[in-house]
């Protein structure tokens, strides 16, 4: 059974530093290209970039370029999302999701990012 | 950026009426990278339609998609009491970076 298990819910200040992660399961992990999507909330979907965990190739929206990082560890089948210095404008549901030619056909459950003084 | 417009808004229906869902996208979008998603309160999206017109594993065959181009519909023909939701276009594959449209949520009258 394919799975994306996400890594669980965080509280942090503003400032501080970030990753959260995304573990792959069921299937061969460097087959797929692996995206992080943004949801707001009460807003809609937002796609921040993707990874191809055989090379570690990246992609990102120009709205993200740079203030975050996706990286992934092929040997452990898991994909991260990195911010070095959060933002309150961060709070968010963060999704991880598959992808190859048939769409994003499976999700992480989402790991929601509070980011509070 | 390719900018997907969805309308409407907010579709307002009841059980065993037909929901037809539009999807406008700012330049073509090949038919191949043409996804719709479904979302419901507290869940991850769910992927129902991809290529314009092919169902997912598991969708049931109420769902249908079509279109070409810059113009593209998802038709649920008949509304189950668990089709109220949210529901996303997104092109995936004709250019980066990919996008989604801002949904349309279809409501119980």
């Known amino acids: 059974e394919v799975q994306l298990v996400q890594s669980g819910a965080e509280v942090k200040k503003p400032g501080e530093s970030l990753r959260i992660s995304c573990k792959g399961s069921g299937y061969s992990f460097t087959s797929y290209w692996i995206s992080w999507v943004r949801q707001m909330p009460g807003k809609g979907l937002e796609w921040m970039g993707r990874i191809d965990p055989s090379d570690s190739y990246t992609n990102y929206s120009p709205s993200f370029q740079g203030h975050v990082t996706i990286s992934a560890d092929k040997s452990i089948s898991t994909a991260y999302l990195q911010w070095s210095s959060l933002k309150a404008s961060d709070t968010a549901m963060y999704y991880c999701?598959?992808?190859?030619?048939?769409?994003?056909?499976?999700w992480g459950q989402g790991t929601l990012v509070t980011v509070s003084s | 950026e390719i900018v997907l417009t969805q309308s409407p808004g907010t579709l307002s229906l009841s059980p065993g009426e037909r929901a037809t869902l539009s999807c406008r996208a700012s330049q073509s979008v090949s038919s191949s990278y043409l996804a719709w998603y479904q979302q419901k309160p507290g869940q991850a999206p769910r992927l129902l339609i991809y290529?314009?017109?092919s169902r997912a594993t598991g969708i049931p065959d109420r769902f249908s998609g079509s279109g070409s181009g810059t113009d593209f519909t998802l038709t649920i023909s008949r509304l189950e009491p668990e089709d109220f939701a949210v529901y996303y276009c997104?092109?995936?594959?004709?250019?980066?970076?990919?996008?989604f449209g801002p949904g349309t949520k279809v409501d119980i009258k």
């Open positions: 999701a598959r992808h190859g030619q048939l769409g994003f056909d499976y």
């Open positions: 997104q092109q995936y594959g004709s250019s980066l970076p990919f996008t």
């Open positions: 290529g314009a017109s």
